[in-house]
């Protein structure tokens, strides 16, 4: 159909915009008659957003001309072929619709559908002219389910996550006698240490450690976290002021054939990752990474620091090193980079460069600048650089260190994009999550900068070593999935989940997937929610509760009053570890709690249902109580008997599991038998708000996360605001990562009276039943019953791998039945 003036007039706009990309007008219009077609002749569709479906539908024709010549030649209908839609889009409407007459009637976004499969999500969106609908915007509501985005792979968390299961109850056949989650403080066995003695002590690791807050893929793949990229044994005082590293990039091919993994060349290759990761002993961990040929692959990571800087790596493996390898000049680059922007993404918009493109990813990345990063210290600049393309070992590493005003204009020379960075200093202090701009990887490097302008070795090696050095601010992984307000907000701090609450930091990894941490407020001591009655008043210790008369180390002595309520003797010997009697006892009554039930007359529990109907008490453990030395007591605060008092002193760490559990708790360093590790700490809550919560579980998807402080409720009529427990979902400690194990766990809980005689609320601890090697996971038994539906809290299917599983087992029970039956 001959085109009628107006439409001649955008025809020929069209053609001018597209010879703006290098576009024959010839090309133009074949491709535009098809489009008119399609779209039937809506004009404001194919001009949106400066023709973009034109162009998106040019490239795609173009994409697809070899094929599709092979195709014609194939059925020997050759003709046309340089005029026709990208074969992709004809060969789908074909399918879909089944003739030519068809394509006509197709709805005008289906088209966009096909032509934006890939990588269109960072495309901005500007709505039409016309106010229709914006192929771009409806292009990415059709393809959000084909967007390539990695699908989350949602941890099991206690926190309120989806596929939580909280809360263990009471179990053993039927009876309800305690739930539970992890959370809480760890101490050691040799918890001498009081809270002001935060000196840190070295990690013992046997295993490779993985640097806090590192994401690892699984299956050896190379580990996304990444700092510096610094030559070992290299002098960095050779690296020049504001000079930003920069250099190779790689064969296309070997680009388009390297899938994209975190690789970060090692030793082997000749490459070192510095991280700051440093353990208490202010020693710089160094992790040294091989990476063989195979595994070299491109590597992209973005993270910040407190101190506000941006840092952009990218980094090529060990493949790249071959002698024809050249550093391409910035224009060359920038040239290349700006050709595939156009060609493979697609972005034809005029003013896109990708200077500006680096200058928008720094930008927004301050923009997550929190408050306290708006305190800068005036008057203070840093910037920094490092040259790596002097650096031998590491060649193939482009770096972009940006600031808030990144100066891409600056210098190059020799092969080297050089970035003169600079940013107001930033008060240290928190770390800012960011986001991920390309889902390529997370790595999470962690980076030294220096605060002068030079990046000298000295100055390296003096952050790397002290971690109380103002430089020492780690950079932050940045997850590949959209980080939201609540991750943000909550985002813990990969070296301190504690935040500085406890003696020790308690850092979490995850090498299994790329979630955070789950969100939580650390608190090292419980706190009272609401109704809760906690009644600690000295008052309230009489002569029998204390050892006024004592002096020194109470357990050096034979007895005291405090002994007395544990039994006649202390339940620590002179180590500090629980004495083996006492710990043989407490872990019989786990194992076989059915021997160790009693029953409420008015149980708490049955009572804070209030559904009317009151259900008998299905039992809970009675247990024994450690009575540890407090303040009306004469002995001093080193006493022997005042162990969970001091708080963690072990080291542990938080890490994602693989079997399924979700995060989980594991120590670092190797553990006697009856060492006291952490307390279980959470909000202290009655049974009636742990009800109510519950009844919201469901809602909301936050499950409760509960410990009952049942080992006192035989002692007569239990009132409501005493029946207490402890929640750790919203606040909580390290306990609350603490999985559950069926019988034979590695840690037995154990009630610790220190400030309330009366035995209603105690604290939850935490001790091993057995010697523990460095990297196991810590494990107790949640006491449930697997069988109980009845309780509150969402039951889990249980992975704890434990030959005495109770889960397995009614699993396999009903496996049986049912092939019985059958
Ligand atoms: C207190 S949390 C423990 C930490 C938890 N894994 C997390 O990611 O936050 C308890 C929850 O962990 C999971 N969990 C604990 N032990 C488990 C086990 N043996 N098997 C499967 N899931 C378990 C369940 O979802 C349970 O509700």
Same mark, same amino acid.
């Given at each position: ?8 007039? #955008? ?16 090309? @133009? ?162 918890? #001498? ?6 000196? %840190? ?83 710089? $961990? ?132 050089? !970035?003169?960075?600079? $940013? ?25 900068? $220096? ?8 100055? @390296?090696?003096?952050? &790397? ?10 950079? @932050? ?18 070296? $301190? ?20 941490? %789950? ?14 009655? !906690? ?47 006492? &710990? ?239």
């Amino acid at each position: 159909m001959a085109p009628t003036p107006s439409q001649k007039e #955008r025809a020929l706009a069209a053609c001018r915009a597209m010879s703006s990309l290098g576009i024959d007008d010839s090309k @133009v219009k074949s491709v535009l008659k098809k489009l008119l077609k399609v779209y039937d002749k809506n004009w404001e569709l194919i001009e949106a957003e400066n023709y973009r479906v034109l162009a998106d539908a040019i490239f795609e024709d173009d994409d697809n001309m070899v094929p599709e010549l092979k195709k014609k030649s194939q059925t020997a209908d050759v003709h046309n072929t340089g005029h026709s839609m990208s074969s992709s889009f004809q060969n789908n409407q074909e399918a879909e619709t089944g003739c030519e007459e068809a394509q006509m009637h197709v709805e005008t976004p289906q088209p966009l559908k096909r032509l934006r499969l890939q990588g269109q999500e960072s495309q901005p969106l500007h709505p039409p002219p016309n106010g229709s609908p914006s192929p771009s915007s409806k292009k990415l509501k059709l393809d959000d389910n084909a967007s390539g985005k990695k699908p989350q792979n949602k941890p099991v968390s206690s926190d309120g996550n989806p596929g939580i299961a909280t809360r263990p109850l009471p179990p053993r056949d039927g009876i309800v006698d305690k739930g539970k989650q992890p959370a809480s403080l760890p101490l050691n066995h040799r918890g #001498r240490r009081l809270p002001s003695e935060r000196v %840190p002590q070295s990690i013992p690791s046997r295993e490779p450690t993985v640097e806090p807050g590192r994401f690892l893929l699984p299956n050896n793949q190379m580990p996304r976290t990444q700092t510096l990229v610094i030559p070992k044994d290299e002098p960095i005082d050779e690296l020049t002021d504001y000079e930003m590293p920069i250099a190779v990039i790689p064969p296309e091919s070997s680009v388009r054939n390297s899938s994209i993994k975190n690789g970060v060349a090692g030793k082997h290759s000749g490459h070192v990752t510095v991280t700051s990761s440093q353990n208490r002993d202010g020693v710089g $961990d160094e992790d040294v990474i091989p990476t063989s040929k195979k595994e070299a692959t491109c590597n992209v990571e973005i993270a910040s620091s407190t101190l506000g800087e941006v840092k952009l790596s990218l980094s090529y493996g060990s493949a790249l090193q071959g002698s024809d390898f050249h550093i391409p000049s910035r224009d060359q680059l920038i040239k290349v980079m700006e050709d595939k922007c156009l060609r493979s993404y697609k972005i034809t918009d005029p003013n896109f460069s990708v200077k500006n493109l680096l200058r928008d990813i720094c930008d927004c990345m301050l923009e997550f600048r929190n408050d306290s990063n708006d305190d800068s210290q005036e008057g203070s600049v840093i910037s920094s650089s490092v040259d790596v393309s002097k650096e031998p070992r590491a060649p193939g590493t482009l770096s972009v260190v940006g600031n808030k005003d990144l100066d891409t204009s600056s210098h190059f020379s020799n092969g080297s994009i050089n !970035v003169k960075s600079s $940013d107001d200093l930033v008060s240290p202090g928190s770390i800012l999550p960011l986001a991920h701009p390309n889902g390529l990887s997370d790595a999470v490097p962690v980076s030294k900068m $220096d605060r002068t302008n030079d990046f000298l070795q000295s100055n @390296v090696k003096k952050d &790397l070593e002290d971690p109380m050095s103002p430089n020492s601010h780690s950079l @932050v992984v940045v997850p590949q999935h959209q980080l939201t307000a609540d991750d943000i907000r909550s985002f813990h701090d990969a070296n $301190d989940l504690t935040k500085g609450e406890e003696n020790v930091e308690i850092p979490w990894v995850n090498e299994t997937t790329n979630d955070f941490a %789950p969100s939580f407020n650390y608190i090292p001591q419980n706190l009272v929610f609401q109704e809760a009655y !906690v009644n600690i008043s000295l008052s309230r210790v009489g002569s029998e509760d204390c050892c006024s008369t004592c002096m020194g180390n109470c357990v050096l002595s034979s007895s005291c009053a405090c002994a007395n309520k544990t039994g006649g003797e202390f339940a620590y010997n002179a180590q500090g570890l629980l004495k083996e009697e006492f &710990l043989e006892e407490c872990i019989a009554i786990s194992r076989n709690p059915q021997q160790h039930l009693f029953y409420c007359k008015n149980c708490p529990l049955e009572r804070s249902k209030s559904d009317g109907c009151l259900e008998p008490c299905k039992g809970h453990l009675k247990r024994k109580f450690i009575k540890e030395c407090w303040s009306k007591c004469g002995c001093g605060k080193q006493c022997g008997n005042r162990v969970i008092q001091r708080g963690i002193t072990c080291h542990l760490q938080v890490f994602f599991t693989s079997e399924g559990k979700g995060w989980g708790l594991r120590t670092l360093e190797d553990l006697p038998k009856g060492a006291f590790v952490c307390e279980f700490v959470g909000e202290i809550l009655s049974m009636k708000e742990l009800h109510e919560r519950n009844l919201k579980c469901t809602e909301n998807g936050k499950y409760t996360c509960p410990v009952l402080l049942d080992a006192n409720w035989d002692s007569g009529y239990v009132k409501d605001e005493e029946a207490l427990c402890l929640d750790a979902a919203s606040f909580g400690n390290t306990a609350r990562f603490i999985n559950h194990r069926c019988s034979d766990a590695n840690l037995i809980e154990i009630p610790v009276e220190v400030e309330d005689p009366g035995h209603y609320y105690y604290h939850f601890a935490f001790f091993t039943s057995r010697k523990i090697s460095a990297q196991e996971e810590l494990t107790w038994d949640y006491g449930i019953d697997f069988d109980d539906h009845d309780h509150p809290v969402k039951l889990f299917q249980c992975r704890c791998g434990s030959k005495f599983c109770r889960n397995m087992k009614r699993y396999s029970r009903s496996l049986r039945y049912a092939s019985i039956a059958g």
